[in-house]
């Protein structure tokens, strides 16, 4: 029925309406209400206005304080292994157990071959095995594949072998891990890399920038090697703070300040956040990082930080 | 185009209103071959200024005739004289005419809202909300939205039921969201709810089988407060937030994971008693009111099929149990289905997924939605831990939001037509 008046309207309109459709659309468009329109901007101002009022308002003891928490010691953190940790032999390459000895080989792979323009990642573990060795630790045999970022999947995987020996000791001791990737030997420094390098060791560099990638998983362009040199110097915390109980990723560079060159590397002022995956805690360290094609990365001083937004200092 | 004529109909359409005022249609019933041959007189006659909308034929179809105001006396008496019977359809054709342009401009309005909606962005709570509205206008003989009950902070919890009707049919529940940092999982249940109606609309197999036979339950946002809070600043205070925002019993610490607060062997190893940890599994089971509403609407109803739930991030695709590393007694089905369902994704971008039990995959995990719904006889559950593997992890930038939801779209879909195949 609808449709029967919607045509005959059209043959309606070809006749008499036509015409004066020029005149007509520009009557509707003035017809259309401005109220609402204004209504609702007044209405945006207004909202942010009270916002950005509201905030210094509230007092500081109302505002949700943090705990402020110690570094959490991973050792402490599950006193009892549960029970597929125990499994000695042959592991399931998908399970946890494999492919956190994995990711902690990976922390090994980016502090010693990362770069600004290359960071490894953990493609898939293809055979994993474990045994308990005499000093009371645990040491995992790993044949896995990973990828390079920036090309990440798009690029060739690399095959690697690794052992990684957790020691189990009363107070938290890093892990220990021994590393071969075929065509290691044959990775330079890009050139990408180099003419990061010269662009940035200029005495009037002072980059800064927060948020990488932003809570919209933005990051632009330039920012994106501070980015993955971030994630090299994380690897360094990373590494150290691993245990059968952790499986550590970095979750964002809160910020990157650049600090004056010194002896031709670059140096960086990082505040990085890593996410935990068993306890899905994020972390937060500071770190200052140096940086050169020739040199490698290297963590100068690395401290960790309470997630407290008030605290100044850390609680000790 | 059609919209080009749609907005030409519509301005003609207020033009023109004037002219039909007081016109009526009028529907002709022949009776007899001497009426059909008046009728096609009348028709003949272009000067008597008769608006025939169906052709004269024969005694088996009615005739339409738009008559101007002018000629009604005189056509109905002609009729009359002539025993020819007719009834008046509309009975004024400018009121029909007001009443079908203003449906125009608000379904042109539906339209360019969910037509413009940008799948490829993060977005706020309102915005979810006003989606899930608008998906309903545009969908009402399939979509609905289903109020399960308030938050901590009195926020309204929305489900979207895609039903064809039937008295509570077995059921599919898809949720997202349950924590708050995981923005992807949200957004792909947005793309998700979509991508079904505009399935089912277009008749795309097997979405239309499925509906005809179960009812799909989708919750875009289970864990509204906590999605809120992501969203008040750029700061990772709020940004990573993961837990609901309830008071606890450390005034300094705020919130329970919603994954850890089930009655699933709550109080096991897996989770942790610490209000200030990310994992805290809470006083007591269910005692988060985000929980409970969902734990009732699903037992409320009794006939769920299957449970699946979108978290970030890791590319896993999981089955019970988290809490212990014994298999379920349906691992085997389970392992198969998980399996072809992470190759049905893979198909789409490439995108690999691991399979297995949410104990020996991730970790062990008490208090956890999918051993709650395994538990209580939903076989076929499902735990989704959506894209990256780490590289951007809960940041993943908004370009992969549709590609991401595509493939999970081709598991789910998989899943579903299993499930679809395979009642129990």
């Known amino acids: 029925m609808q449709s029967v008046i919607r045509t005959h309207l059209e043959s309606v309109s070809s006749h008499s309406c ?179 390098y010269q662009k940035y060791i200029t005495p009037d560099s002072a980059v800064s920038a927060q948020y990488l990638p932003d809570s919209y998983g933005n990051m632009s362009e330039d920012m994106q090697p501070f980015w993955r040199l971030a994630r090299v110097a994380a690897s360094f915390i990373m590494l150290r703070e691993s245990s ?45 990082a140096s940086w050169s094609p020739d040199s490698g990365v290297r963590v100068l001083q690395m401290e960790w930080q309470p997630r407290c937004p008030h605290a100044t200092k850390p609680p000790n | 185009m059609r919209h080009y004529i749609a907005v030409f109909a519509l301005l003609a359409a207020v033009y023109c209103e004037e002219v039909f005022n007081g016109d009526q249609v009028l529907r002709i019933h022949a009776e007899s071959k001497k009426h059909i041959q008046i009728l096609k007189e009348l028709e003949r006659d272009v000067d008597f200024g008769l608006d025939f909308w169906t052709n004269v034929v024969s005694t088996e179809l009615p005739v339409d005739i738009r008559v101007p105001h002018a000629r009604l006396y005189a056509i109905k008496n002609f ?32 339209e360019r809202k969910t037509k413009s909606f940008n799948f490829a962005a993060y977005h706020d709570l309102d915005t979810i909300y006003n989606f899930m509205d608008t998906l309903v206008a545009n969908h009402s003989n399939l979509i609905s939205k289903v109020n399960i009950g308030s938050t901590y902070e009195n926020r309204h919890m929305y489900v979207l039921k895609f039903s064809t009707g039937g008295e509570k049919k077995p059921a599919i529940w898809i949720d997202a969201g ?54 008040r600043s750029l700061s990772e205070f709020y940004r990573f937030w993961r837990k609901s925002r309830s008071a606890t019993s450390n005034p300094k610490c705020h919130g329970v994971d919603l994954n850890r607060n089930w009655d699933a062997e709550f109080g096991g190893p897996g989770a942790s008693d610490d209000p200030c940890a990310e994992d805290y599994r809470g006083p007591s ?5 985000e929980v409970k509403n969902i734990a009732n609407f699903i037992t409320d109803h009794g006939n769920f099929k299957s449970f699946m739930t979108l978290h970030s991030y890791k590319q896993l695709l999981m089955y019970p149990y988290g809490y212990v590393g014994t298999d379920a007694p349906d691992r085997t089905e389970l392992h198969d289905v998980a399996t072809q369902a992470s190759k049905a994704l893979n198909s789409w971008h490439g995108t690999v997924y691991k399979v297995g039990s949410i104990f020996h995959t991730i970790e062990q995990a008490s208090g956890a939605s999918v051993d709650w719904a395994y538990l209580r006889g939903i076989k076929y559950s499902f735990a989704f831990e959506l894209r990256d593997t780490g590289e951007y992890g809960f940041l993943l930038p908004a370009d992969q939001i549709v590609s991401t939801a595509r493939e999970t779209w081709f598991a789910l879909r998989y899943i579903m037509q299993y499930v679809c195949d395979h009642p129990y």
């Open chain 2, 285 to 289: 089971a269910q005692s988060e009111i």
């Open chain 1, 244 to 288: 059968e109980n952790t499986e550590f990723n970095m979750a964002q560079v809160a910020s990157i300040t650049q600090q004056e060159s010194s002896e031709k590397q670059l140096m960086l002022d990082y505040v990085v956040l890593l996410h935990d995956l068993p306890s899905q805690e994020i972390i937060q360290w500071k770190l200052l």
């Open chain 1, 18 to 196: 036509y015409a004066t459709e020029l005149s007509f659309i520009n009557s509707s468009t003035r017809r259309r209400s401005p109220p609402e329109w204004i209504m609702k901007t007044f209405c945006s101002v207004w909202l942010l206005l009270s916002l950005v009022e509201l905030r210094p308002a509230l007092p500081v003891s109302q505002e949700t304080p943090l705990a402020c928490r110690g570094p959490a010691d991973p050792a402490l953190q599950q006193p009892e292994t549960p029970e597929e940790m125990d499994t000695t032999g042959d592991l399931e390459p998908t399970h946890y157990p494999a492919r956190r000895a994995a990711t902690v080989a990976l922390h090994y792979l980016n502090t010693r071959h990362g770069s600004p323009y290359r960071v490894f990642g953990l493609q898939q573990v293809h055979k994993a095995s474990a045994e308990d060795v005499a000093a009371g630790g645990r040491k995992y045999s790993l044949d896995f594949s990973v990828t390079t970022s920036p090309s990440g999947s798009a690029g060739p995987a690399l095959r690697c072998s690794a052992e990684v020996l957790f020691p189990r000791t009363e107070r938290h001791t890093p892990p220990d891990v021994q590393l071969n990737c075929e065509a290691l030997q044959q990775l330079n420094s890009t050139a990408e890399d180099e003419a990061f």
């Open chain 2, 79 to 110: 009729l009359k004289e002539n025993n020819i019977p007719f009834t008046v359809m509309i009975n004024n054709v400018k009121e029909l005419l007001d009443r079908e342009r203003e449906e125009m401009v608000h379904n042109a309005e539906m």
């Open chain 2, 178 to 231: 349950v924590h708050a940092r995981e923005w992807i999982s949200h957004a792909t249940a947005v793309w998700l709810a979509d991508r079904i109606a505009t399935d089912f609309k277009e008749n795309r197999t097997p979405v239309p089988s499925i509906l005809s036979q179960m009812d799909i339950y989708l919750m875009i946002v289970a864990n509204p407060d906590g999605y809120v809070f992501t969203h």
